[in-house]
């Protein structure tokens, strides 16, 4: 399949279009000087991606991706920042400097290595459009049905999860507050 | 004379009943001591008379059940013996060598539970009276039910090891309570005197229990009895050494010259311990074994009486004559006590089974009950002189009277308990043809009534010469002090030679139930004139002493301040045996111990420093040619190079997750890269 | 729509994950990085899962589950760091180095 | 002609496009005015009066003309980026809502699916919006208000979306529509039908609270609560963008309600008529039923005084959650054995 006759599909303008957004949301993510700013991008780059994923027939992992995501994760992410400390303007020091270059060029050889391998190997495979969604019944029937073992422990992960959370980030009561508690 | 018939020598033992239940579990009374101890220890301190409970109801239900055997043995004779094995000593010419526990009941057993319950349980009765206030009371009743336990254990015991058991546990009793007060040094010294002096003569118990054990191939006495009424050869080879460690082994415990130096310091013990163990019951361990062995000494080592009978001897007049000196009124009683002890020994060797074994009977009462007599007096006085005493008869009657019962009873006065059981010794030794010994004996009467009568005089009569205002013992101390006058003046009765009371048979008949016929020598009627001169003799040490003695305090000061030159020094100083057994003891223990020392030294030194020193060099050897020089160059050398890699590899090892990260990253692509180029 | 162009797209963000994770000093933003890389691992499941077809969704039931192990783990990664935050005033990466020799 | 236009994909988008941003400030004004006019009522007051001549109907309109003319003032030190978008996400949350309400047969801009879920994720995302205004605003008041508005909206959402989930379980879908079908079709085919708030009234309940306080609206207004935080995260903000916030939040009361009345009330579905006669009767039905709900939320305001934050999250945590939770068991038993 040549360039042009890619180009051709409408469909693909607009992944391209999120593709761009989730790379330059994705950029800004690791290279921004705010903290608040880069996990902002991180919902830019979440939302592509669930772009993303609608294109590619997946609505219900798209909609599970932003309420996840979007809706909890980043928000704690801001919240946990904003906690601890989230100065408006450019903070100095998130970056480890010297590293760049080899992070750099670890990166672009990983991506090189990952992208060609990719096209070599599926060449002009072609995937599934919009309009043949996968019916929300059947991945509710897999996940109960044949992947109900690790969906019951991944429930078990989040358990553990959050009791492990709460244990670590609680803060334990002097003796004074311990007492105040008491007698509510 | 009496002698048995070749039918009864056949049939004694068949003739004796098995005895039904109470023989059969005879053994419940050896163990309720032991319970009585364990309950006193765990619990004693909650109880409200500090575990007094305990040893009082355990000797009250022994007291019971012996006298059911008692009894049972009085009208028909018992015998029964139950052993359980319960291990294996060795094997002996294949014979397995066993150790048992068990339980014998015959005539001398039934004797002994039924003496010790009773005396026990009087003595323990009075010692809650006695020791109340003191400040370990449950400490001191857990050690004397632990004494009564051991004791029955010892007299029970159906064979040599369980009695050295028992014997040994009756030692541990012994010293734990001569020491109950051992925050005075002189105590503990006293306490360790008698602990080593038993020692020294267990050595010979043990030693004859060996030789007599794989003679026979048992330890039984049963066996032993019939082996040497059998006239066994094997046995008869042994026997005169057999006979005469057992022997030494009971001169211990039962106080014989010389070693009788422990008895009287003992009497540092409170003194209910004094009456119940070193008086009435453990001290007579000695004769018991005598009597428990006497087929040995009757059939095979008769060649040993007459050391036996020399040393019984000397011991019963040498300690009377030392009571005669003594001020404290408990060291009269002990001196009186080995005086006493050695009438029996002497009995028993001469061949006076009966006659040694109802002296130690009727002894037990009355000593028992001066002792008491004695203690309720201190109690009252709070000394243990008599130069602090005297005109204790207005202040404490019924001590007063029990303890003239008591001392006319020592003192053999008719028709008292004494009286009898002396008499018969006397007589049995005159029968045996000693009859040196037997003026000894006489003559050891007239001593014994006459510091018996000092001892009163001193302590009741003429005038009070101590402190305050002694009064009478409570009731818990005056009725044991009843409770032993009573059998002090009518146990004489059951042993009248030739006198059988009724159903109840003669002493002689009840102590001769046993395995085999004892061979015993016994006179079948009174032999008057004996016992008049026995009489007469303590009639007038009585008369003496009291004559010199009686009337005031002054009177007595004066007359005890009297010194007869030479003797009175010896006495004064117990014949110097304590400083004759130090001197023995200094003068062996430097060179024994520069022997040891130097055998150590230069020979079983000299041995092993050679084997180490030729050692060492080959360790030298080894050390610095093979090992510094040779293989620890090659082990310095690896393990330095692994320092090397090591500090080299551990930069890698920063710390930092990203660095790894990266590592982890690139590692991936070279190994995916590999993978295409390669493939 | 073919696959290559979402396999590449992944790898792309796979890489901006991998330079984040490097780069950044902030425990917080090597978090972000993480989150970055699971995006991209899961375009690759739906991806393949779009071009594949399993009769029961394989692709997407993994991502769902990548999601869910991913929602955990910031929040046990978060408490860690607030923990660290909390006892050692910093929440630089570079500054925990303590599992060294 | 028309009906060839719509077919066109593109032209059908940009038309309902148009229909949903004419019925955003429509249905806020609606509401707002409702609030106003019911506040005053409850209060014994007039209300407002004189804008538009009878009962003060223009006011808002006067109220958002006076908002288009000030200024738009960006504090000094504020993240200017991320202050300026902030509105504007959270009004993008408000808007996308009412993509998947149906208003009648076949009356709704796009049947997802997963329309439930959809909506529940989405209004999700005005969270970050909340969270950005608050942070942007470099005013501790404006940023305090934002953590707690975050922490408050993260706390309720879970029991809003599993509230839901017994309604899920008894329509057997995900999608509005189906899920209006499934009330209306209960009994069979043109029979009486049976709103799920009758066998899902705990639900029900649950999804009104966690609704109130998604919303931030009293008892639940700690996030801006005027006494504590001067105005919270909305502290900052003036002119236009004051609005942005102002009409999310009255639109947002208006597309939670008509999900809440979808969900449990049977939505724009009525017993007795038949499905031509809803369908222009069906937008009127689910208006109605959304202005009980709405009236039920300005009733409310008047009525609880405000919570403490931390019962504020112990309602959630400890009530709501394990609440939905039962009942969650409770219908996915009762749905196996009928």
New interface residues.
């Given amino acids: 399949m040549s360039f042009s006759d890619w180009i051709s599909q409408p469909v693909n303008w607009v992944f391209l279009g999120l593709a761009l957004a989730v790379l330059a949301a994705g950029f800004r993510v690791v290279t921004s000087q705010n903290v608040v700013h880069a996990a902002l991008f991180l919902v830019a780059t979440l939302a592509g991606v669930a772009g993303l994923f609608v294109l590619l027939s997946a609505e219900f992992v798209a909609w599970v991706l932003v309420l996840v995501y979007i809706g909890a994760v980043v928000v704690l992410f801001l919240f946990g920042i904003m906690i601890t400390r989230a100065p408006t303007g450019q903070d100095v020091g998130l970056d480890n400097r010297r590293a760049r270059p080899v992070a750099a060029v670890v990166s672009l050889g990983l991506f090189g290595v990952l992208s060609w391998t990719s096209v070599r190997a599926f060449q002009d495979t072609a995937v599934a459009g919009v309009g043949e969604r996968t019916p929300t019944d059947i991945l509710g029937e897999a996940l109960l049905g044949r992947f109900v073992f690790p969906f019951e422990v991944v429930g078990f992960v989040l358990l553990a999860a959050l009791i492990g959370g709460i244990t670590l980030a609680r803060r334990d009561l002097t003796p004074k507050e311990e007492e105040e508690r008491g007698a509510v | 004379m009496w002698y048995l018939t070749a039918e009864e020598e056949a049939h004694a033992a068949e003739a004796l009943s098995s005895g039904g239940f109470f023989a059969e579990w005879a053994g419940v009374m050896l163990v309720l001591p032991f319970v009585a101890f364990l309950l006193i220890v765990f619990f004693g301190k909650r109880m409200r008379r500090h575990g007094a409970e305990f040893a009082i109801g355990a000797l009250a239900v022994n007291l019971v059940w012996s006298s059911v055997l008692f009894f049972q043995n009085a009208v028909e004779g018992i015998h029964r013996e139950v052993s359980w094995v319960v291990g294996e000593i060795g094997v002996f010419g294949g014979d397995r060598l066993v150790f048992e526990l068990g339980w014998v009941v015959d005539g001398l057993s039934i004797m002994m539970f039924w003496l010790v319950s009773f005396v026990g349980l009087l003595v323990f009765v009075y010692a809650v009276g006695y020791m109340h206030g003191d400040v370990r009371v449950t400490a001191f009743f857990a050690a004397f039910s632990l004494f009564a336990g051991a004791m029955l254990v010892l007299v029970g015991a159906p064979n040599l090891v369980q009695l050295i058991i028992g014997w040994e546990g009756v030692g541990l009793a012994s010293y734990l309570l001569i020491g109950h007060y051992w925050e005075d040094l002189d105590n503990v010294r006293a306490a360790n005197k008698a602990f080593l002096v038993n020692k020294v003569a267990d050595v010979g118990l043990i030693l004859g229990a060996v030789v007599l054990g794989f003679t026979l191939g048992t330890f039984r006495f049963s066996e032993l009895s019939v082996a040497a009424f059998d006239h066994s050869p094997e046995l008869a080879g042994v026997a005169v050494a057999a006979g005469l460690l057992l022997f030494f082994g009971a001169m211990g415990k039962s106080a014989q010259f010389p070693l009788h130096i422990w008895l009287p310091d003992a009497m540092a013990g409170p003194t209910p311990v004094s009456a119940l163990m070193h008086a009435a019951t453990m001290v007579t361990a000695g004769v018991y074994l005598m009597g428990r062995a006497f087929p040995l000494f009757e059939y095979l080592a008769s060649d040993t009486r007459g050391l036996m009978v020399a040393i019984g001897a000397i011991t019963l007049f040498a300690a009377g004559l030392l009571a005669l000196v003594q001020d404290d009124i408990k060291k009269v009683l002990a001196y009186s006590t080995v005086s006493q002890l050695g009438y029996m020994m002497t009995a028993v060797a001469a061949g006076g089974y009966t006659a040694g074994l109802f002296h130690l009977f009727t002894h037990a009462f009355f000593k028992a009950l001066l002792f008491l007599g004695a203690g309720a007096v201190i109690h009252a006085v709070h000394s243990n002189n008599m130069s602090d005493m005297g005109g204790l008869r207005h202040y404490m009657p019924r001590t007063h009277w029990t303890f003239v019962v008591g001392s006319l009873s020592l003192a053999g006065i008719f028709p008292l308990a004494g009286f009898w059981s002396k008499d018969e010794i006397l007589a049995t030794l005159g029968y045996e043809g000693y009859t040196t010994v037997m003026w000894i004996g006489i003559a050891g009467a007239f001593v014994t009534a006459f510091y018996m009568a000092r001892a009163v005089a001193l302590t009741f009569w003429g005038s009070y010469k101590g402190h305050g205002h002694p009064h009478e013992a409570p009731a818990v101390m005056t009725v044991p002090l009843i409770g032993l006058a009573i059998p002090s003046i009518f146990a004489g009765f059951l042993n009248v030679p030739g006198v059988e009371l009724g159903p109840i048979r003669n002493f002689t008949a009840w102590l001769g139930a046993r395995v085999v016929p004892m061979g015993d020598h016994h006179a079948e009627s009174v032999d008057w004139a004996l016992a008049a001169v026995g009489l007469a003799a303590a009639l007038t040490g009585l008369v003496l002493g009291w004559l010199v003695f009686s009337p005031d305090a002054d009177t007595q000061r004066a007359r005890d301040r009297f010194r007869i030159p030479v003797l009175y020094p010896l006495l004064e100083a117990k014949y110097f045996l304590d400083h004759i057994a130090w001197a023995i003891v200094n003068a062996t223990k430097g060179p024994l111990a520069r022997l040891v020392d130097w055998t150590n030294s230069y020979v079983i030194d000299g041995v092993v420093n050679a084997a180490g020193f030729l050692s060492a060099a080959l360790a030298r050897f080894v050390y610095g040619g093979l090992d510094q020089r040779g293989i620890d160059l090659a082990y310095n050398g690896l393990s330095q190079m692994a320092d090397a890699a090591g500090m080299a590899a551990?930069r890698l090892?920063?710390?930092?997750?990203?660095q790894y990260?990266?590592g982890f990253?690139?590692g991936a692509?070279v190994l995916?890269?590999m993978i295409?180029v390669f493939r | 729509m073919i696959l290559p162009q979402f396999l590449i797209l992944a790898a792309a963000l796979f890489s901006l994950g991998v330079y984040g994770l490097l780069v950044r000093r902030n425990a917080v933003m090597v978090l972000l990085a993480v989150e970055l890389m699971l995006a991209a691992v899961n375009i690759n499941l739906v991806a393949f899962e779009a071009a594949l077809r399993t009769s029961q969704a394989v692709g997407q039931v993994f991502a769902i589950f990548v999601i869910t192990v991913a929602a955990a783990e910031v929040g046990i990664g978060l408490a860690i760091v607030l923990m660290i935050f909390r006892n050692r005033q910093s929440a630089n990466v570079d500054e925990f180095d303590l599992m060294k020799w | 002609m028309i009906a060839d236009l719509l077919s066109n994909f593109w032209v059908l988008l940009a038309v309902k496009v148009l229909i949903v941003a004419a019925l955003i400030p429509v249905a806020g004004l609606v509401v707002g005015f409702a609030e106003l006019k019911l506040s005053a009522k409850m209060q014994s007051r007039v209300g407002p009066y004189f804008a538009g001549g009878r009962w003060g109907w223009a006011q808002l309109l006067a109220d958002g003309i006076k908002f288009f003319q000030k200024e738009d003032i960006v504090p000094e030190n504020a993240d200017r980026p991320v202050f300026k978008i902030a509105p504007a996400l959270v009004l993008m949350g408000a808007v996308a809502l009412w993509v998947v309400i149906p208003w009648g047969p076949g009356l709704v801009f796009r049947d997802l699916d997963v329309g439930i879920f959809y909506a529940l994720a989405i209004s999700s995302i005005s969270t970050i919006g909340v969270l950005m205004a608050g942070w942007a605003s470099a005013n501790k008041y404006s940023l305090i208000g934002g953590l707690r508005a975050a922490g408050q909206l993260i706390a309720y959402e879970l029991p809003l979306v599993l509230a839901v989930v017994g309604v899920v379980i008894m329509a057997g879908t995900m999608s509005l529509e189906g899920i209006v079908r499934a009330q209306a079709g209960w009994f069979g085919e043109g029979g009486p039908g049976l709103p799920f708030v009758i066998p899902q009234f705990v639900g029900f309940v649950i999804f009104m609270i966690a609704a109130l306080a998604e919303l931030t609206r009293i008892p639940f207004d700690m996030p801006i609560a005027e006494s504590e935080l001067v105005m919270g995260y909305l502290t900052e903000y003036s002119g236009f963008r004051f609005l942005f916030f102002f009409l999310a939040e009255f639109s947002n009361m208006f597309a939670l309600s008509a999900i809440a009345a979808t969900a449990f009330l049977g939505g724009y579905w009525m017993p007795g008529l038949t499905e031509s006669q809803l369908t222009f009767a069906g937008p009127l039905i689910l208006v109605a039923k959304v202005m009980v709900l709405v009236f039920l939320m300005i009733w409310f305001r008047w009525t609880f005084p405000r919570l403490r934050e931390d019962q504020l999250q112990t309602l959630a945590w400890k009530w709501l959650i394990p609440i939905a939770l039962v009942n969650i068991v409770a219908t996915g038993i009762l749905k196996v054995v009928i």
């Fill in positions: 551990r090892q920063t710390g930092r997750v990203q990260a990266a990253v690139v692509l995916v890269l295409a």
